[in-house]
């Protein structure tokens, strides 16, 4: 059987695609401080550990009145001097597209939670929208609180929560790779 050269394609061969993708998108209400913020930690987190291979990561905004935008200055400043690196303009949130592709919808507060809830009506996708400090209720903090109106220390603190509470997503992922 020299001439049957063929064999057939192993599961694990090199060519098969065997990864799968963690998708995952963090929600404000702007998507210009907190959900941007988010992204950017996790995706900082799965650099460090190499994994990056593993997930796609996006933010939005329940709102629309920043569409397009870049994430705000002072988030940038705060964030950039962290490491941090900023690369998406905002998006509104699109039950349409992301309920469907993505697996887990990580909300700052009750509001988004709620806006994003409200939007799945059948409750169809509700396993997916969690709140982020659900991850780190050492913490003593429920919801990232919105930063916007308020100074430089409340822009830190957005990071040290989000710090915290995406580590602790990230090795709970982590096991199901
Ligand atoms: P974010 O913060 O939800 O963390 O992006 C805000 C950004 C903009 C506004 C409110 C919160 N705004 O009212 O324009």
Redo the contacts with the bound molecule.
Sequence with gaps: MEENQFKPMSLHSPNTPSKKKFHILFV????????PTGEAVLKKIALENNLTDYFHIESA?T?N??IGERP?PRTRRHGEKRGLQFESLAQQFNPDLHFHLFDYILC?DHNNLQQVQKLDSQQKYHAKVIPIMSFAPESGYQIVP???TGGPQDFELVIDLLETACLQFFQQIKMQI
Excluded: F
């Design positions: 404000c209400l702007g998507n210009i401080c907190r959900s905004g709102g009145y920043h705000d700052m919105d930063p916007y």
